[in-house]
């Protein structure tokens, strides 16, 4: 079974901290995903990578940032988090595109309470 | 992405057979369909995907309109354990090619009476 782990499952932080949320996949995915969802605004993307050190913005990137040193891992940070930035906070991967399928698969999600 | 139409909610009940209705007007010939589900308090999970021709796994039924304007999710026996939001995507294999987001509307709200 395909699996994509996130490091909490609920976070509460303080204005100011620095925050990693980690995210690990066992199924030798090319590609990473990171997404905020929030009432009302559906998934939004903050950034993606398609290869090791590899990192794309996605449409919300402002006050995160990722690193991806190795295949299976990909880190998101608040550098300096703030209570607009409280949202569950979602990860994913999926293989590199064969032409047709490119499913998505989401960890568990972390809910991330910043105040 | 083209855009889709989903109602907001659904209810039936339990082992009985769901439809889950999905309009995509604006669909291209390269626009494959996707389902999703979200249970909750997790992350969403792929259902199933098709181009054209109805598909099944065993999970779902997926049957596509013959112009493709619209797609139905068919849950055969509905359980306790399928209540969750159900969102119709469309991916654009030509633009997307997999390396970008997803993007979910509002789906709907399946809910299953005991």
């Known amino acids: 079974d395909v699996k994509v782990t996130q490091s909490s499952r609920y976070l509460v932080k303080r204005t100011g901290e620095k925050v990693f949320l980690e995210c690990v996949q066992d199924m030798d995915h090319e590609n990473m995903f990171w997404y905020r969802q929030d009432p009302g605004l559906g998934l939004r993307l903050i950034y993606f990578s398609y290869d090791v050190k590899m990192k794309e913005k996605g449409d919300i990137p402002e006050g995160y940032s990722v690193s991806r040193e190795k295949k299976e891992r990909f880190s998101l940070i608040l550098e300096s988090a703030s209570t607009n930035q409280t949202s569950m906070y979602l990860c994913?991967?999926?293989?590199?595109?064969?032409?047709?399928?490119?499913?998505?698969?989401f960890g568990p999600g972390t809910r991330l309470t910043v105040l | 992405d083209a855009k889709t139409t989903q109602p907001n909610s659904m209810e039936s009940n339990e082992e009985e057979p769901v439809h889950l209705p999905c309009n995509h007007s604006t669909i291209s010939g390269t626009d494959y369909i996707h389902w999703y589900r979200q249970l909750p308090s997790q992350g969403p999970e792929y259902v199933i995907h098709?181009?054209?021709s109805n598909v099944n796994n065993r999970m779902a039924s997926l049957a596509i309109a013959e112009d493709r304007k619209s797609s139905t999710l068919i849950l055969h026996r509905a359980t306790l354990r399928d209540a969750a939001v159900y969102y119709c995507?469309?991916?654009?294999?030509?633009?997307?090619?997999?390396?970008?987001?997803?993007?979910f509307g509002k789906g709907t709200h399946l809910i299953i009476q005991p």
């Open positions: 098709g181009l054209t």
């Open positions: 995507i469309l991916r654009d294999v030509l633009t997307g090619g997999g390396a970008d987001g997803l993007t």
């Open positions: 994913a991967s999926s293989p590199v595109w064969d032409g047709s399928l490119d499913t998505q698969y």
